[in-house]
């Protein structure tokens, strides 16, 4: 297993223990964190923030280098979409319902509307199957633009959310609508861009899906 995959690897196994460590806090009663000042903050979302952000960069890192340093593995290209999928997907379904998930964290208003993680999950989910039946007619299915723009505006909505606003809250009144922020704006910007990348990509992809039938 060479550095790359390691990198990739050990963000499985990172994501994992992060998504287990959140659930056992979540099961402990009366658990209070504190807010870092008036910045409305969540120390352990402060904390999951950080890890998200080094997590997201080693995504970058691992493929840099084995492109760099020609490490590209058929073990490498298994693991990085999982890596990917596995860290997305759960910080999208953790802050869907923060006031199941994270009760301990009282004061955190911002959320990821289920609708909007359904349609993120379900769009990745299509797009998986494409590939896998691509790969089994020995078609290689590269990512576009889309799918590209859709993983940024992702991160930057989980990131926001996970920052409770923060700067953003400064900006309008304490009694403003969650659903009216700038988060709640680049969270449906991620939405809409999960939704029409999906679409474009199946389009482009269509004749992978056309049976075979030549015999």
């Known amino acids: 297993m060479n550095l790359p995959t390691k990198i990739t690897f050990s ?12 659930f056992v806090l979540s099961l402990i009663p009366n658990l209070e ?10 120390l352990i979302f402060l904390i999951v923030f950080v890890f998200f952000v080094i997590a997201s ?5 691992d493929g840099k280098l084995a492109r760099k340093n020609n490490q590209v593995t058929n073990l490498g290209k298994f693991l990085d979409p999982v890596a990917d999928k596995l860290l997305v997907s759960s910080m999208l379904i953790f802050l869907c319902a923060p ?3 994270a009760p301990y964290a009282g004061e955190q208003r911002l959320f990821i ?6 349609i993120m999950v379900a769009r990745d989910t299509v797009v998986d199957a494409i590939r896998f039946i691509g790969a089994q007619k020995g078609t290689v299915i590269a990512a576009n633009i889309f799918g590209k723009l859709k993983t ?4 930057v909505a989980i990131g926001c959310v996970l920052l409770n606003d923060f700067p953003f809250h400064y900006m309008y009144p304490d009694n403003t609508n969650p659903y009216l922020t700038v988060t709640a704006f680049i969270v449906y910007a991620a ?3 999960s939704f029409l990348s999906g679409v474009i990509y199946v389009y482009q992809n269509r004749k992978v899906l056309v049976e075979d039938n030549k015999e």
């Open 113 to 118: 509307p289920v609708w909007c993680v359904i």
């Open 33 to 42: 964190t504190p807010e870092l000042g008036n910045t409305r903050i969540n």
């Open 152 to 155: 940024v505006l992702q991160m």
């Open 191 to 193: 939405t809409l861009a």
């Open 57 to 61: 960069y080693t995504d970058h890192l």
């Open 99 to 101: 006031s199941i998930f």
């Open 11 to 22: 963000r499985i196994i990172a994501t994992i223990v992060l998504i287990v460590t959140l």
